[in-house]
């Protein structure tokens, strides 16, 4: 199976540290697409960010960065500065044909 | 807009009944999947349903099943209950394809005894 790995179960960390989740991903595809989803206590999965496999160019959206790296099939997702509010668990996924995997989460906590 | 909406929230059955769980994509989208969040194993795909077909499957056994109706809503149906099939059963929708971005219901609790 071509799985995605999010090897970090659980990660605790104290307000405004940064905090880096990973994710490696294993495809045969050229073409797929990583995602990142969050799912706050409310139960809700939200989309954070949709990168393909020919966008390498990694982003930043305010306190949220993520770096693409095809060399080493990783998708990792940096929080600079967290907040209690970024406490959630955080999946990565991987789509390439009719193929949807997501990883098995992990969950942050930010304590004040 | 709405969003993607699932009914029940809550649902109670025991071993061996059947559960029918509902999802209403978003207004456009004619893609719906289904995912089974248990606890402790993350989120498992299940189902996807584009313009009334089913286009792929998860590794599950046959009892669990679906369809998509003409206004692109969507069933899941679970039978034979299993204790192990207590889980969070969360519905998306996309436009058209996998490689879109999926927006999710809040997910039914299916709780077996």
């Known amino acids: 199976a071509q799985k995605v790995t999010q090897a970090q179960t659980e990660i605790s960390v104290v307000e405004k540290e940064d905090v880096t989740l990973d994710c490696v991903y294993e495809?045969?595809?050229?073409?797929?697409?990583l995602f990142w989803y969050k799912q706050p206590p409310s139960g809700e999965l939200v989309f954070l960010i949709r990168?393909?496999?020919?966008?390498?160019q990694n982003e930043i959206s305010g306190r949220y960065s993520w770096n693409f790296q095809k060399s080493t099939s990783s998708f990792n997702f940096t929080i600079t500065a967290s907040q209690v509010v970024d406490s959630a668990v955080y999946f990565c996924?991987?789509?390439?044909?009719?193929?949807?995997?997501f990883g098995a989460g992990t969950r942050l906590t930010v304590k004040p | 807009e709405a969003g993607v909406t699932q009914s029940p929230t809550h649902l109670i059955k025991t071993r061996g009944q059947q559960a029918t769980l509902r999802c209403s994509p978003i207004?456009?989208?004619?893609?719906v999947y289904w995912y089974q969040q248990a606890l402790g194993l993350g989120l498992q795909f299940l189902l996807w349903?584009?313009?009334?077909?089913?286009?792929n499957r998860g590794n599950f056994p046959p009892r669990f099943s679906g369809r998509q109706f003409p206004n692109y809503s969507s069933e899941l149906n679970v039978n034979a209950l299993e204790l192990e099939d207590s889980a969070l059963y969360l519905c998306?929708?996309?436009?058209?394809?996998?490689?879109?971005?999926?927006?999710f219901g809040p997910g039914t609790r299916l709780t077996v005894l």
């Open positions: 998306a929708s996309s436009l058209t394809s996998a490689a879109k971005r999926q927006f």
């Open positions: 495809t045969r595809d050229t073409t797929y697409y």
């Open positions: 990168r393909n496999s020919f966008d390498e």
């Open positions: 996924a991987r789509h390439n044909n009719n193929d949807m995997r």
């Open positions: 207004s456009g989208h004619t893609s």
């Open positions: 349903y584009d313009e009334g077909e089913e286009r």
